[in-house]
């Protein structure tokens, strides 16, 4: 497609949640960035408006539903409302980061599904496609009654710790629950595989009752979906030390950082952690052994064969995992 027809066609929106990452999709695509007011009402509701035409136009909103999320996830669906209002041919919903992806399950009585809850607003919303990146669970795709690209930012990260040629890797998940996405980096970096065998005591406590696998003499990768309070990270990479592993590397998609994470981060036997900018980390909480990549080529890219129809999948070719 030519750039005069993409210009015409494709509109890129977003709300307040990561400016910066917004500016570089555009800029990678070349285009405008999209004119949208996203502001409050004196009392705290969220008021939008589209600032220039998009009847007919194919429109992406980029928003990662990030802290605060329940403020980023109203500034989105109410971004969709309005674009859907103003005659978009269809609107994409670009999450970079999915948040209250954490609840997709009744692990215990009485608990929400919030992942499916999220997923239905957002359809209800009027969003007719989903683009999004590295979620907490594959399956959270099937929550979902209308079509989801989903991303991985394997090729961004992996490229990283492939440049850096590590010698006698493993490649370790600090939780069972990760261990598909530690098995794909594992065969990206054609390193061996251990498992972190961690037991939440609540959300802010966890505690690793078990190596399994061999760490001794290696240099680790720890890989995770996403680092919140830090705890999981820094245990796990505390644990790995004692058991008489070499230098341990992290590589984290999504740095949602709550509280004290950074310090957590900066204090531990971590030598450094590679993050994406799928969330923006404020200036404040910043650290010289927090690295950021980023993923805006990625999602720029999905985003045009979106537009014109072409294979979301390919993007992955030779990475090893399935999109
Ligand atoms: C858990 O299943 C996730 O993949 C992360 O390991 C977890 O949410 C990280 O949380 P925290 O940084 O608070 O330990």
Redesign the pocket.
């Known amino acids: 497609m030519n750039q005069t027809a993409l210009r015409n066609n494709l509109v890129v929106l977003s709300g307040n949640s990561n400016p910066g990452l917004f500016k570089e999709i555009c800029s990678y695509l070349k285009i405008a960035e999209g004119k949208a007011s996203v502001e409050r009402f004196p009392e705290g509701e969220i008021r939008v408006q589209i600032q220039q035409n998009i009847r007919g136009r194919d429109v992406f909103i980029v928003q990662s539903t990030c802290t605060p999320p329940n403020e980023r996830l109203m500034e989105l669906l109410i971004l969709v409302d309005a674009a859907r209002r103003a005659s978009a041919s269809r609107v994409t919903a670009v999450l970079p980061f999915f948040g209250y992806a954490?609840q997709d399950r009744k692990d215990k009585p009485r608990v929400p599904i919030t992942a499916k809850l999220v997923a239905n607003l957002i359809a209800v919303s009027g969003a007719d496609r989903v683009l999004t990146m590295d979620l907490?669970a594959g399956q959270i795709q099937g929550f979902f009654d209308i079509p989801v690209d989903h991303l991985y930012s394997i090729n961004v990260l992996g490229d990283y710790f492939r440049k850096k040629r590590l010698k006698n890797l493993v490649v370790v998940s600090?939780?069972v629950?990760?261990l598909k996405m530690a098995r794909a980096y594992s065969k990206y970096l054609n390193a061996s595989l251990a498992i972190v065998d961690k037991r939440r005591e609540s959300e802010?406590e966890?505690h690793v009752m078990n190596i399994i696998g061999e760490v001794k003499d290696r240099n680790v990768l720890l890989v995770?979906?996403?680092?919140?309070?830090?705890?999981?990270?820094v245990e796990a990479a505390k644990a790995l030390k004692k058991e008489g592993a070499l230098d341990v590397y992290a590589a984290v998609v999504h740095p949602v950082l709550?509280g004290s994470?950074v310090e957590k981060v900066s204090q531990s036997v971590i030598r450094e952690l590679v993050v994406t900018n799928t969330i923006p980390i404020p200036p404040g909480k910043q650290s010289p052994k927090i690295r950021v990549l980023s993923v805006a080529k990625l999602l720029a890219e999905a985003i045009l064969r979106i537009h014109s129809n072409e294979s979301v999948s390919s993007l992955f070719a030779q990475s090893g995992v399935e999109a």
């Open positions: 954490r907490h600090p939780d629950g990760g802010r966890t995770d979906d996403l680092i919140s309070t830090g705890g999981s990270l709550a994470a």
